[in-house]
């Protein structure tokens, strides 16, 4: 089964020196202030990886799609661009292809969707969404997500309302290492 792998160097080497600058912080107040400082520290943790994920797949808008493309050199397809978003912008290490990434990690309801989190697509193998797991992007938030959508195009937004995208939608899902930041449990 596909995985996701949680690296041990930057950014998450500043989460841990967060975590500890809260921690020297909290001691020389009451528990109940360790305890709001590490939450609000995880919480701001979280909200900063979201967003170096999200500014770097903003900036490469306009990256032409090329199949198996990995590259901003040479181009991307969709689940290269996603591989390349997360490795480059906090270490995290996804699958190759749209099918295993859909793997990784711990599914999320539509309505709990937070940027940074992988959403599917059913493009191919059938009509109208029927088909096998072919597509990944990256939630941006409000109904928004960028992706490297198909030959001849560029990287850029689209909306899941948008028809094509809302009858193919298959899902979301949160890469376990961002789950676990997110749940103040990852082991930095």
Same mark, same amino acid.
């Given at each position: 089964?596909a995985?996701?792998?949680? !690296? ?14 809260t ?7 009451? @528990?109940?202030? /360790?305890?709001?400082? &590490?939450?609000? /520290? @995880? ?6 990886l979201?967003?170096?994920?999200? $500014?770097? &797949?903003?900036e490469?808008?306009?990256v032409?799609?090329?199949?198996? $493309?990995?590259d ?5 397809d969709?689940?290269? %661009? ?5 490795e ?6 996804l699958?190759s292809?749209?099918? /295993? ?13 937070? !940027? $940074? @989190?992988?959403? %599917?697509f059913?493009?191919? $193998?059938?009509?109208?969404g029927?088909?096998?797991?072919s ?7 409000e109904?928004?997500?960028?992706? /490297?959508?198909?030959?001849?195009e ?9 028809s094509?995208?809302?009858?193919? %939608?298959?899902?979301a ?5 961002m789950?676990?930041? @997110? ?6």
């Amino acid at each position: 089964m596909a995985q996701s792998t949680l !690296p041990t160097q930057l950014p998450f080497a500043t989460v841990t020196s967060a975590k500890t600058n809260t921690a020297d912080d909290a001691a020389a107040t009451s @528990d109940d202030d /360790s305890d709001t400082s &590490a939450q609000f /520290s @995880d919480a701001k943790t979280s909200q900063g990886l979201r967003d170096m994920l999200i $500014g770097l &797949a903003m900036e490469l808008r306009h990256v032409r799609y090329v199949r198996g $493309g990995r590259d901003p050199s040479t181009g991307f397809d969709c689940s290269g %661009f996603v591989r390349y978003v997360f490795e480059r912008a906090i270490g995290l290490q996804l699958p190759s292809n749209s099918a /295993s990434q859909y793997l990784v990690g711990k599914i999320i309801h539509r309505d709990d969707m937070k !940027p $940074g @989190d992988l959403v %599917f697509f059913r493009t191919a $193998g059938g009509r109208h969404g029927k088909g096998r797991i072919s597509h990944v992007a990256i939630y941006i938030g409000e109904g928004r997500f960028i992706h /490297s959508p198909r030959r001849g195009e560029s990287v850029r937004v689209d909306n899941l309302s948008d028809s094509y995208w809302a009858k193919r %939608f298959a899902g979301a899902r949160r890469p376990e290492a961002m789950a676990q930041i @997110d749940a103040g449990t990852h082991n930095g």
